[in-house]
């Protein structure tokens, strides 16, 4: 199993392969591409690379249940779609009709989840934190199905979340555009490390393990069906291409006969 890290789809300064992976085996090639959510050089990104490569299945940082809905942003004349940021561009580009969630509330999430809390035994609060941003994660996935079932007897599309606000737009130049998205990266990490308590930190990587978990095994059953595109989180890049070529190594090494 072969992985790239410079994964160049056009010259645009927004889709070189600073956040675009490929994981490549027998079956198919996976690309995954990360990015920043609502941000106009992600919400490229997605589209050019979709575009482009023309995959079978196209792989999203959704919960399952919620996939309807935004297959409704997604249908509209409007390039991109008004809600839904990148995840919406990424199925309006899509020619393929595989659209697949692969994000958490699922029961796989929940299993990966409980077995890491037995094992690593955190604090009280640490699992009060866990729970509360489950419960909260799973409230929302529901939110968007009903969502979806109202916009599907209705001509009514229900914005469930509001948009990112980002200091750049489509207006402005590409090179503008990549330039704000580090910035948005980097500003992210940092707040992220400087504001949370310590149990929240680990609440958070204990759910983000256990995540990452569940979306590697699913992309790993989705790249069967031939290639994939997946759409995530840039935080969950590297991690997520670690762990499938972690798993290619094992694989690799299995097949290797001693005589």
């Not at 919406?88 to 929940?110: E, L």
């Not at 737009?169 to 992220?192: H, I």
């Not at 790249?223 to 762990?243: C, N, Q």
Request: aromatic share 4%; net charge negative; hydrophobic share 35%.
């Amino acid at each position: 199993m072969d992985s790239s890290s410079t994964v160049d789809i056009d010259s645009d300064p927004r889709v070189t392969g600073e956040y675009i992976r490929q994981v490549s085996s027998d079956t198919g090639t996976l690309t995954l591409v990360g990015v920043v959510h609502d941000h106009p050089a992600s919400t490229y990104r997605v589209r050019q690379v979709v575009k482009e490569l023309d995959p079978e299945v196209i792989a999203l940082e959704l919960p399952p249940i919620s996939i309807p809905l935004f297959k409704q942003y997604a249908n509209t004349e409007r390039c991109p779609p008004v809600f839904g940021g990148e995840m919406s561009a990424a199925i309006q580009a899509a020619a393929t009709g595989t659209i697949v969630g692969i994000d958490r509330p699922t029961g796989g999430f929940f299993q990966r989840l409980g077995r890491n809390l037995l094992r690593e035994r955190p604090s009280l609060q640490t699992v009060r934190n866990v729970v509360s941003g489950t419960v909260k994660t799973t409230k929302h996935a529901v939110t968007c199905r009903a969502a979806a079932a109202v916009g599907a007897r209705t001509s009514i599309r229900l914005e469930v979340d509001s948009p990112v606000s980002h200091d750049i737009g489509w207006a402005d130049a590409p090179d503008d555009q990549a330039r704000d998205e580090r910035k948005q990266v980097r500003r992210s990490q940092s707040f992220m490390n400087a504001f949370r308590t310590a149990s929240r930190s680990q609440a958070s990587r204990l759910e983000d393990v256990a995540r990452e978990e569940e979306m590697t095994a699913r992309l790993l059953q989705l790249r069967e069906d031939g290639d994939t595109v997946a759409v995530v989180g840039i935080d969950h890049l590297d991690s997520i291409a670690e762990r499938l070529n972690s798993v290619g190594e094992s694989a690799s090494s299995d097949g290797v006969c001693e005589r």
